[in-house]
């Protein structure tokens, strides 16, 4: 099973969620935990292991030669300006590049041969029955789709569908936590019980419906604010999976990159109301 675990906006607890979900989860079953917040990954704050892979990860770029008719057909076939045709010259705007072929494939003179640009770096841990994989995205990189596709790519070649895969999306609505939760089984939606959680969960839970998957929430640092968030999910008939209590401890023990469940049953409570509803998901798809 494939589970995405996301936010509306950063902050609101997807992080811890996924460590500590994994984690317990990994006490009894093979866990496979992506962090695929390949911006700023912090999921390895918390989880040690012993390196078993490391490798760069490449985009390919056109590279123009100068052995070139100068027609201008690259610059007319590229959908994001990354190619521009500016008097003798053919500049290549490599942060822009999508990486389509177009301008490579269609070059009478074959002047724009594709070449590998390093984009970033993925790193796969192992600790006991987890398994935890991070990809890190070059500084100055613009684009975090093509490395997040490349770490599901990897994630989808070493590790078998039957085990527990548990993706730490980026947070937000755009193309990166599309490409991120696209694919999944589940997603777990992650708020607080604000105003701002609120309206973000509602964009996130209308991006969720449009790409037409299965998903609850889970209420962070329940009991602060007002019961927004709890009225929203009633009215709207969502599955509200677990609430996590508000309590300045659990802020403590995640500034030290400790999981929280190890310290509080209630936590670990909350966890296994989450697990019981995979537990019920997998009865529904076998009924």
Same mark, same amino acid.
């Given at each position: 099973?494939?589970?995405?675990?996301?936010?509306?906006?950063?902050? +609101?607890?997807?992080?811890?969620?996924? +460590?500590?979900?994994?984690?317990?989860?990994?006490?009894?079953?093979?866990?496979?935990?992506?962090?695929?917040?390949?911006?700023?990954?912090?999921?390895?704050?918390?989880?040690?292991?012993? &390196?078993?892979?490391?490798?760069?990860?490449?985009?390919?770029?056109?590279?123009?030669?100068?052995?070139?008719?100068? %027609? *201008?057909?690259?610059?007319?076939?590229?959908?994001?300006?990354?190619?521009?045709?500016? *008097?003798?010259?053919?500049?290549?705007?490599?942060?822009? %590049?999508?990486?389509?072929?177009?301008?490579?494939?269609?070059?009478?003179?074959?002047?724009?041969?594709?070449? /590998?640009?390093?984009?970033?770096?993925?790193?796969? !841990?192992?600790?006991?029955?987890?398994?935890?994989?991070?990809?890190?995205?070059? @500084?100055?990189?613009?684009?975090?789709?093509?490395?997040?596709?490349? +770490?599901?790519?990897? &994630?989808?070649?070493?590790?078998?569908?039957?085990?527990?895969?548990?993706?730490?999306?980026?947070? *937000?609505?755009? %193309? /990166?936590? $599309?490409?991120?939760?696209?694919?999944?089984?589940?997603? $777990?939606? =992650?708020?607080?019980? +604000?105003?701002?959680?609120?309206?973000?969960?509602?964009?996130?839970?209308?991006? @969720?419906?449009?790409?037409?998957?299965?998903?609850?929430?889970?209420?962070?640092?329940?009991?602060?604010?007002?019961?927004?968030?709890?009225?929203?999910?009633?009215?709207?008939? @969502?599955? =509200?999976?677990?609430?996590?209590?508000?309590?300045?401890? @659990?802020?403590? !023990?995640?500034?030290?990159?400790?999981?929280?469940?190890?310290?509080?049953?209630?936590?670990?409570?909350?966890?296994?109301? &989450? $697990?019981?509803?995979?537990?019920?998901?997998?009865? *529904?798809?076998?009924?």
């Amino acid at each position: 099973m494939d589970i995405a675990i996301a936010s509306g906006k950063g902050g +609101t607890g997807k992080t811890t969620l996924a +460590t500590n979900l994994a984690s317990y989860l990994a006490e009894k079953d093979k866990v496979v935990l992506v962090d695929l917040d390949v911006e700023e990954p912090n999921s390895g704050l918390f989880i040690n292991g012993e &390196i078993v892979h490391e490798m760069d990860k490449f985009k390919m770029i056109p590279v123009w030669n100068k052995d070139c008719s100068l %027609c *201008g057909l690259c610059q007319e076939v590229c959908n994001y300006n990354a190619v521009l045709h500016l *008097g003798v010259h053919i500049m290549v705007f490599s942060e822009l %590049c999508h990486s389509c072929y177009a301008c490579s494939e269609l070059c009478p003179d074959s002047a724009l041969p594709m070449k /590998p640009k390093k984009m970033g770096r993925l790193k796969h !841990l192992q600790h006991g029955k987890l398994s935890f994989v991070e990809s890190r995205l070059e @500084i100055g990189q613009e684009q975090a789709v093509p490395l997040i596709s490349q +770490t599901k790519k990897y &994630i989808n070649e070493n590790f078998y569908q039957e085990i527990i895969r548990i993706y730490d999306s980026p947070p *937000g609505t755009s %193309c /990166p936590v $599309i490409e991120a939760v696209k694919d999944v089984d589940y997603v $777990i939606l =992650v708020t607080e019980p +604000t105003p701002f959680g609120l309206h973000d969960l509602k964009l996130t839970v209308e991006m @969720i419906r449009k790409l037409d998957k299965r998903y609850g929430v889970v209420i962070n640092r329940f009991g602060i604010g007002d019961e927004g968030v709890s009225t929203y999910c009633r009215e709207e008939n @969502i599955a =509200v999976l677990a609430k996590i209590p508000n309590r300045r401890a @659990i802020a403590e !023990l995640y500034s030290r990159g400790e999981l929280v469940y190890k310290h509080f049953n209630d936590v670990k409570e909350q966890l296994d109301l &989450i $697990i019981r509803s995979f537990d019920q998901l997998v009865v *529904g798809e076998s009924v």
